[in-house]
């Protein structure tokens, strides 16, 4: 049985209730958001086994900041935070609502740092690439959190840990970056589907600990070895995916799905908790 259908099978059963499941998506290339493949098919399919959230909120790669902050506005800018794609790429929009009183809302949720409310940054390649297969009549408020460069994985964990009763008010909480993102290492050879051993040990090692709810080697990565630093040269891209496990409650299902490595050092593996 394929990994896509394991996860059909498994929303289709799963009971309703009024918490909110909650994502890590492993986004890749921007040109995902234009193009109809196994990807964005699969977020497309996600999007109609899970309940229809009341809002959604994007926890990007791409909008990594000194501080914490959240769009507030009421609409906000498609943002084409990349180079050297079709002009294709750069024509979408996808005019999605924000929404400021939710905004409003979330600076009181989190008391482990001061959150700011921004009315300047937009919808990031992290997020709309992936959110228009989800919901392409962009009719569901869409809102972003930034990632705070000078905060520790384990801050990054308190702080969803924090806004976890948005899941209880229709909030669907997405994470969007890559368990396994090193650029410098790209093999075009390997583009369309492919990882180097390292990067798909370093893959199923962060799966295991993730279906095993051992989120301490996660939040301290540095400490599983040199083959987690190809994997994690920078954090920004990892950083997502601390905030869907902190957002998990112990009970929680956990299903694995687009769990597939591209270019030798990109894994587009991805979570559903709940």
Do not use: C
């Not at 999007?47 to 507030?72: C, D, E, M, N, Q």
């Not at 228009?132 to 972003?144: D, T």
């Not at 998990?248 to 050092?265: L, R, W």
């Amino acid at each position: 049985m394929s990994a896509l259908s394991q996860f059909r099978n498994l929303t289709q059963r799963l009971p309703q209730t009024d918490l909110m499941p909650t994502l890590f998506i492993g986004h890749g290339s921007p040109m995902n958001g234009i193009e109809h493949n196994e990807f964005s098919q699969s977020w497309a399919d996600l999007a109609k086994h899970i309940p229809v959230p009341k809002a959604v909120l994007v926890v990007s790669a791409h909008w990594y900041t000194r501080g914490t902050f959240v769009t507030a506005m009421d609409f906000p800018s498609t943002i084409h935070d990349f180079g050297g794609f079709p002009q294709a790429l750069f024509d979408v929009q996808y005019p999605a609502p924000g929404d400021a009183r939710l905004a409003a809302e979330i600076p009181s949720l989190i008391h482990s740092t001061t959150v700011g409310l921004d009315h300047d940054w937009g919808l990031d390649h992290g997020t709309w690439t992936i959110v228009r297969h989800m919901y392409p009549e962009a009719n569901i408020p869409v809102l972003q959190l930034s990632i705070d460069y000078t905060k520790a994985p384990e801050e990054h964990y308190e702080i969803a840990k924090e806004i976890y009763g948005l899941r209880k008010k229709g909030v669907l909480v997405i994470g969007s970056g890559n368990m396994v993102h090193n650029l410098r290492m790209l093999s075009w050879e390997m583009i369309h589907g492919g990882g180097y051993d390292w990067a798909n040990e370093m893959n199923d090692k962060f799966k295991s600990l993730i279906a095993n709810g051992d989120h301490k080697p996660l939040m301290n990565y540095r400490s599983l070895g040199s083959d987690a630093m190809l994997a994690i040269p920078t954090p920004e891209h990892y950083l997502p995916l601390i905030y869907t496990l902190g957002l998990k409650k112990e009970q929680e299902e956990i299903t694995f799905f687009n769990d597939k490595a591209v270019g030798g050092s990109l894994t587009m593996t991805s979570v559903l908790v709940g």
